[in-house]
């Protein structure tokens, strides 16, 4: 039975604004995309109403779920302080009996975003894999880490928070649709030995994912908190590329153990890598270190190694930055051919020399967290 966007929309009309106005005469709904019984839209209103709106915005959620035929939901809450909303604030707020701030009464300090973290019950460790640009192989190799560190003896997870260009479902080979529990919670799809959750499971490939900044925010947390990841050591977290809303929610919602920059040798692409790592160091969050991608091409005909891009690019900006330099990866072709073909080669070449490589940078990434996945 296929759900159609009006069917969503009825169902909408049964759900109330905090002043009583019905949803869908409120103004604040978004486009309501439906999509092979997946449905997604967004609520948008002030900031200053956002905590009012977040118990809408699961009755909303909870709304679409119950239509016959919908197999997942996702509705973002998009808070956004309108102009001018801050320089009213303390007239507005005097008008409802609360009495501004005293001359003799220093004002309070702000809330520092980080106070909102929360760890996420059943995971040890959760730590970010990042790029400060696309197309240096972040995924693939997020995806071969978190395999590498499963042969180690860990219970991993992978979470594909890239979601303006989500690569693991073709990396996985994955086409299923995540099934709610009962608790209304996404099931991560297990394959390889893993706990494998990311947003192209709930849309097609070809999907153009065009997000809003608040957007974004409310996406990955979601992704995060309405999962039933079970009980994982590490949850290895394939970021977007870039320094932007997803990195700074991802460290601002959960306490992140560390994250892992991916670079090539060239000066481009190292350029990138330090912003990402400034920006990790910005918000607290440790740098395990920096992995070389692509660091050289070895000719599987006659054997002869060509530095493409260069080499050692990276381990000299490692010890330069006092950051630990994880290892290289070569551009090699059964790479590219296993992760096009959603057998990562850690898995499908398990005897081989770049399963060896990954499982050697996963050894390194976990002697760094071993006294935090023994604490937990």
Not at 108 to 126: F, H, N, T
Request: hydrophobic share 45%; proline share 7%.
């Amino acid at each position: 039975m296929s759900v159609t966007q009006q069917q969503v929309l009825e169902a909408l009309t049964r759900v109330k604004s905090p002043d009583g106005v019905v949803l869908t005469d409120a103004n604040v709904l978004s486009a309501v995309t439906v999509n092979d019984g997946k449905v997604f839209f967004s609520i948008n209103v002030d900031a200053a109403e956002a905590r009012a709106w977040e118990r809408i915005r699961a009755e909303t959620e909870a709304a679409v779920r119950g239509i016959p035929g919908v197999t997942a939901a996702m509705v973002a809450l998009t808070a956004e302080r309108t102009p001018g909303a801050a320089a009213s604030a303390p007239s507005q707020r005097h008008s409802h009996g609360v009495q501004p701030v005293s001359a003799h009464r220093p004002p309070q300090s702000p809330v520092s975003p980080m106070s909102k973290q929360s760890e996420i019950p059943g995971i040890a460790a959760v730590i970010a894999v990042a790029s400060g640009k696309g197309g240096v192989g972040k995924s693939t190799t997020a995806l071969n880490l978190a395999l590498g560190l499963r042969d180690l003896g860990l219970r991993v997870g992978l979470l594909d928070a890239d979601i303006y260009g989500p690569s693991v479902p073709r990396l996985t080979g994955i086409h299923e649709k995540p099934q709610l529990n009962e608790a209304r919670k996404m099931i991560p799809i297990q394959r390889f030995g893993l706990a494998i959750m990311s947003i192209g499971f709930l849309v097609e490939e070809e999907t153009a994912m065009i997000w809003r900044g608040p957007m974004v925010m409310s996406a990955i947390t979601q992704m995060l908190r309405d999962v039933a990841w079970g009980t994982l050591d590490i949850l290895v977290v394939d970021m977007p590329p870039g320094t932007g809303d997803a990195q700074l929610t991802l460290a601002q919602n959960v306490p992140l153990r560390g994250a892992v920059i991916i670079s090539t040798p060239q000066d481009l692409s190292l350029i990138d890598a330090r912003r990402g790592l400034a920006m990790f160091k910005k918000v607290n969050v440790p740098v395990l270190g920096i992995v070389e991608n692509m660091s050289y091409f070895q000719c599987p005909q006659c054997g002869t190694r060509s530095d493409i891009f260069g080499h050692g690019g990276a381990r000299l900006e490692a010890e330069r930055l006092g950051v630990p330099f994880l290892g290289e990866i070569p551009l090699h072709m059964s790479i590219r051919a296993t992760s096009d073909s959603g057998t990562p080669v850690v898995d499908s070449e398990p005897d081989g020399p770049h399963a060896a490589i990954y499982r050697a940078i996963g050894a390194k990434v976990q002697e760094q967290l071993q006294g935090v996945i023994a604490a937990a």
